[in-house]
């Protein structure tokens, strides 16, 4: 009873740990991207719309270093930046995941936040979910 409490115990401080780590650091890797273009194109835009509309939202999203690294680090990425073409022809490797896609715009939709803030909390709830279910387990 004693080793489960403690369990339970660290499972509380390592959820929050996480949880505030991960809602303080805006961090996200360049697959955000293309699922931000894929979830535009999903809604209904065109692909230089979706384009503009997914590095407009990542500029007002994060800093200009991580704006920078994510656009611009290197000659694929600015490839991608400069031209709506070639981010569209990545989204096959993207949108062949439409529940995830949908789940992104559900979760943008009903909390009035942008779509990068979507993929965060989707990915925070797997996260503190999966450990939950882990340390369930375990104990």
Not at 26 to 40: E, K, R, T
Not at 76 to 103: A, C, H, T, W
Request: hydrophobic letters at 45%; proline letters at 3%; aromatic letters at 16%.
């Amino acid at each position: 009873m004693m080793i489960r409490a403690i369990n339970c115990i660290f499972l509380i401080f390592a959820l929050i740990f996480i949880f505030q780590k991960t809602e303080k650091e805006h961090y996200y890797n360049w697959d955000a991207i293309p699922y931000s273009m894929g979830l535009h194109i999903y809604e209904g835009r065109s692909v230089d719309e979706a384009h503009y509309l997914t590095y407009y939202n990542l500029r007002e999203e994060v800093g200009p270093r991580l704006f920078q690294d994510l656009c611009c680090s290197g000659k694929y990425r600015s490839d991608q930046f400069s031209s709506s073409e070639n981010l569209n022809s990545m989204l096959p490797m993207y949108v062949s995941k439409p529940g995830y896609i949908s789940l992104i715009s559900a979760v943008k939709n009903v909390f009035n936040i942008s779509e990068y803030q979507a993929m965060k909390y989707i990915s925070i709830y797997a996260v503190l979910s999966l450990s939950l279910l882990f340390m369930l387990i375990i104990a």
